[in-house]
């Protein structure tokens, strides 16, 4: 068993958990897919998004957290297993960016989806300002920091352009 002191998870190391594991990290294989993986992954986050989104505020905060949480425990243990830094199969921190780009906008008509899936995936590929400074941090937290600042950098967008009337 191996646990993860900083976010306070455990797994077993046996070749089922490694492969369960990687299945989670990579969206239950979207991440395997060769061409736009990230783009793939980012496809739940909307799934999360429209399956939480008529929940209670406090609610859909305690969920999405939960999954950052459990998002940082999955990539942090394939990260270990396959000895590299932010493998590319990873997109679950793709899922957590986008549901972030999307979260507690209430009225989010397809429009709105589609041009926040369009930023998210711009900011995340780009890393502009202030995007990039997360590109530092180390771990699981390292692999999800970045796409969660690409979220919120598009979640702010957005709601500018609803806020005028643009979206």
């Not at 998870?9 to 089922?16: E, K, R, Y």
């Not at 395997?32 to 399956?51: C, E, N, Q, W």
């Not at 041009?115 to 300002?129: A, E, N, S």
């Amino acid at each position: 068993m191996i646990t993860s002191k900083r976010i306070g998870t455990s797994w077993t190391n046996s070749s089922a958990s490694v492969s369960t594991i990687k299945l989670l990290g990579s969206c239950l294989g979207l991440g395997y897919i060769k061409r736009a993986p990230g783009t793939f992954g980012s496809i739940p986050g909307i799934v999360l998004f429209l399956l939480t989104r008529n929940l209670q505020t406090w609610v859909q905060i305690l969920v999405f957290m939960g999954f950052c949480l459990f998002a940082i425990g999955i990539a942090e243990k394939i990260e270990k297993i396959d000895r590299s830094k932010d493998p590319e199969e990873v997109v679950i921190d793709e899922a957590a960016g986008m549901w972030l780009s999307l979260f507690l906008i209430w009225d989010a008509s397809i429009l709105t989806i589609l041009v926040g899936f369009l930023l998210f995936r711009l900011f995340d590929i780009l890393k502009p300002f202030p995007v990039n400074l997360f590109q530092t941090f180390r771990g699981g937290t390292g692999i999800l920091a970045d796409d969660l600042a690409a979220g919120m950098l598009t979640n702010f967008i957005l709601r500018i352009l609803l806020l005028r009337g643009i979206l």
